[in-house]
């Protein structure tokens, strides 16, 4: 299994927050190793069945795009998700190859590397969330980070049902 660090190179905020986000994508990359394509698909939890590893994947790479390039940057939403199929990311997600949707996470991953390291931590978003909360950068680091952190809870989950593996 892959060795990951979750431990800054140096105590400032922006690197400790940006270390920990990377190891939470990183711990995604790890869960994946050496799965099978028919496993990635395989939908294990009767109760969500959208829930696949490959979903989970491919709704964490356009959970980065939304929160950094539609929140953050102010973009006009391209993301797959409809007002009929909101869950959209994740239903689709069994048509690629996990390699591919690993692929695209870790490319989304790095452009929002260079948008971070552009902008200071408290450079309010652009478009407003809910009730109409403004949040910064700040604030969608931690989101992101607890975000994916969660999904690497169900892709312990996923992956020990799948195959038994577990770990990371």
Request: with cysteine; net charge negative.
């Amino acid at each position: 299994m892959t060795r990951i660090a979750d431990m800054p190179t140096a105590w400032d905020e922006r690197t400790q927050l940006t270390t920990f986000l990377d190891y939470a994508r990183d711990t995604v990359r790890a869960k994946c190793e050496g799965l099978s394509a028919e496993n990635a698909r395989k939908a294990i939890l009767p109760g969500s069945p959208l829930m696949t590893v490959s979903g989970v994947v491919n709704h964490l790479r356009w959970v980065e795009y939304h929160w950094f390039r539609v929140v953050f940057l102010g973009e006009e939403d391209q993301g797959p998700w409809t007002d009929e199929d909101p869950d959209r990311e994740m239903r689709i997600a069994v048509d690629f190859p996990l390699h591919q949707l690993l692929d695209e996470y870790a490319e989304e991953s790095a452009r929002h590397r260079e948008l971070v390291a552009a902008h200071a931590l408290d450079t309010p978003a652009k478009r407003t969330i809910r009730d109409g909360a403004t949040v910064d950068l700040r604030w969608i680091l931690l989101h992101l980070t607890e975000e994916t952190a969660r999904h690497n809870g169900h892709l312990d989950i996923i992956r020990e049902l799948l195959d038994g593996t577990t770990g990371y």
